[in-house]
């Protein structure tokens, strides 16, 4: 740690915490884990490289900063749809759902820039086969609640999960309208139950401000 001599005046501070975090997890995204830097995050955000320590130690604090980041958003998300009360399976999966296609509380892009990650570093991984764990366990907990026993609970919890992995792992290009199309079926497929109407309906009013909000976000950031 720098000592206080050594650092920059708090007046001359332009970037916050917040906006190297921020920084960082795009960079993350878009470029992977060896493009986290110090000095090409400060490049990037016009500030001085020293400005970096008022906030963190070193590179390492950051990074962990980015996965403790990614635990208590993508983990904890699905977890706590996986949770929430529901009446049928059904609904308890669309939950779920809801957590997929609301990219404010689970990032798919960021999940995969994370496991890239593990692919360099034993730690990562670790962390991302213990997150792993976490969330089938919350999917299979939900099945449960609706009945099933828990080795049916078990394999379908992989089988929705897995699905939704790996269909971000091969970034299959298709439309939200075209998925949509085929809710119903895919709600049969993972739990055994002809889903309700309103259900359905609802899901689809979800997903369309979801869409919405999406949009106005993009919008404002192009101004």
Request: aromatic share 10%; with cysteine; hydrophobic share 40%.
């Amino acid at each position: 740690m720098l000592k206080k001599s050594m650092r920059p005046a708090r007046s001359t501070l332009k970037a916050t915490r917040d906006d190297w975090l921020n920084q960082a997890l795009a960079t993350l995204i878009s470029d992977g884990v060896d493009a986290v830097l110090v000095l090409p995050l400060a490049r990037k955000l016009k500030v001085s490289r020293s400005s970096f320590y008022w906030y963190f130690r070193n590179r390492k604090d950051l990074l962990d900063h980015l996965l403790q980041h990614w635990m208590s958003t993508n983990t904890s998300a699905i977890i706590e749809h996986a949770g929430r009360p529901s009446r049928t399976a059904v609904q308890g999966v669309l939950h779920i759902f809801e957590c997929w296609v609301s990219e404010t509380t689970y990032s798919p892009r960021l999940d995969i820039a994370v496991r890239n990650w593990a692919t360099k570093s034993n730690v990562v991984r670790a962390l991302v086969e213990k997150a792993d764990d976490a969330r089938l366990v919350a999917i299979k907990q939900m099945f449960q609640r609706h009945g099933f026993d828990e080795e049916d609970a078990f394999i379908r919890a992989r089988i929705l999960y897995y699905v939704q992995v790996g269909y971000y792992a091969l970034e299959l290009k298709e439309t939200m309208e075209a998925r949509l199309s085929h809710i119903e079926a895919y709600l049969r497929a993972f739990t055994g139950e002809e889903p309700a109407r309103a259900d359905v309906d609802r899901f689809r009013n979800f997903v369309q401000d979801a869409l919405a909000t999406r949009a106005q976000r993009k919008r404002r950031r192009g101004r």
